[in-house]
């Protein structure tokens, strides 16, 4: 039988094209997916740049621009992460062995309790949870070993967030141009998600990075003037909570103003906690100034886009989370109001 007799319509020309699509965008997905946080940093710190960027083309080459502003950000970058992480592992540890030691000043906070009324021997209990103290430790070591047996990954990890950031400085435009150009949109809906989602990604990186910035900054100055040691890890620790909603940078300070307080020293106690309380109601007022008002990042979006973009996404997860959340939001709303104007205008 001549095989041009055959009836075509079982498997056509569009539904190939679509098979393979799909096929290759399955590839390419698991492709990227063991480095997508990776990617992710490269195209966050890209838009943050691209402002800058739009700039210096008017004096400069795009691709010149594009190259001075990857450098400056990896020594901009690089030098005090560097720093940052060598400082955090040696205070981590310090903290993990004074407590295994029982040296956080524990005479006094013994004499302190007696005085409350609480009789309490820290030095057995420490003695009795010495294994899991150990245990924490090791952890801890692991963690850290695991981390530098891990690095040749991260390496090339970094490698690809360097390159991802030049790339999207220098041809972020024409990627945007193209995706407009093949997603079958109107313009006119097309530029209406752009702007909302660009605006829902200010608020999301700018507004709660921001927020998490200041407050860091401020009790990182109150814990330096009250001669707190180990600021590296406070302050570390006071960015991070301060990002995570329902959460806050109050887990850092209140429980430093209890040990102030068991110590014998209630006015630095006092002072702590009027300060960090100011700080943490502060909160409320400046998250939204530097926000702004956007309808699809309220509370809700907030919490449950950060938890969960950092159980599915790792650390960058705490500031794409919400985007994603806020950006189907977005993309549903949109979709629901082009549908009735179409019905409009058929009716």
Not at 54 to 65: G, Q
Not at 226 to 235: A, S
Not at 270 to 288: E, K, W
């Amino acid at each position: 039988m001549d095989t041009d007799d055959r009836d075509p319509s079982w498997f056509t020309e569009e539904q190939a094209i679509v098979v393979f699509t799909l096929g290759i965008i399955i590839l390419a997905v698991l492709v990227i997916m063991p480095y997508l946080q990776y990617i992710l940093f490269g195209v966050i710190f890209a838009y943050l740049l691209s402002p800058i960027h739009r700039r210096l083309v008017n004096h400069i080459r795009r691709d010149l621009s594009a190259l001075v502003l990857t450098i400056m950000t990896v020594i901009g970058v690089a030098i005090p992460l560097v720093y940052l992480i060598g400082r955090l592992a040696q205070e981590a540890f310090a903290v993990v062995q004074a407590i295994q030691n029982a040296e956080l000043g524990v005479t006094e906070i013994e004499v302190r309790l007696l005085e409350m009324g609480i009789e309490l021997d820290i030095h057995a209990v420490v003695r009795a949870n010495r294994e899991m103290i150990e245990s924490a430790a090791e952890m801890l070591a692991v963690q850290i070993s695991q981390a530098i047996q891990n690095l040749p990954n991260i390496f090339i990890g970094l490698t690809i967030t360097v390159f991802v950031l030049f790339v999207m400085l220098r041809d972020g435009d024409r990627l945007v141009t193209w995706v407009r150009a093949t997603v079958p949109i109107r313009n006119e809906i097309q530029s209406e998600l752009h702007q909302k989602v660009n605006r829902l990604m200010w608020a999301s990186i700018i507004g709660n990075g921001g927020a998490g910035l200041i407050q860091t900054f401020a009790l990182g100055v109150a814990f330096w003037f009250l001669g707190f040691n180990n600021l590296v890890l406070l302050m570390v620790l006071t960015f991070v909570l301060a990002l995570l909603p329902l959460v806050g940078a109050f887990a850092v300070w209140l429980p430093l103003v209890g040990y102030l307080f068991v110590v014998g020293r209630p006015t630095a106690a006092a002072m702590l906690f009027v300060f960090g309380s100011l700080v943490s109601v502060s909160d409320f007022y400046t998250r939204p100034i530097i926000i702004g008002h956007s309808g699809a990042l309220n509370s809700a979006v907030i919490v449950v886009g950060v938890f969960g973009g950092l159980v599915i996404f790792g650390p960058i997860g705490l500031l794409i989370g919400p985007v994603i959340l806020g950006g189907s939001k977005i993309a549903i709303e949109t979709l629901v109001r082009a549908r009735d104007e179409d019905l409009t205008a058929a009716g």
